[in-house]
């Protein structure tokens, strides 16, 4: 095969990649889904008691705050003064 051929076919199977592996099936990992279902209980828990020093806890140090319809906040502190105002 030409130089330019192989090039060419090894560019096409590098772009059909996602593709391919977007089609396969995936298994869901039942230990992975009971964490975020337990960790999505405990959010909805500390929203629905106003508690935020435990919904503060669910949080990275590196999180970014994202309301919708609202500008993002970098920062930690954006989302305990979020809170803070819909009490």
């Known amino acids: 095969m030409p130089t330019t051929f192989r090039k060419n076919l090894a560019a096409l199977a590098l772009a059909a990649l996602p593709l ?4 396969a099936p995936a298994k869901p990992d039942e230990a992975v889904e009971a964490a ?12 629905n008691n106003a508690d935020i020093e ?5 949080y990275g140090e590196d999180s970014v705050f994202m309301p919708q319809n609202s500008l993002n906040g970098e920062e930690l502190q954006a989302l305990r003064e979020y809170l803070m105002s819909l009490n």
């Open 20 to 23: 391919i592996v977007a089609a």
């Open 36 to 47: 975020i279902t337990q960790q999505l209980r405990s959010y909805e828990q500390a929203l």
């Open 54 to 58: 435990a919904v503060m806890k669910l």
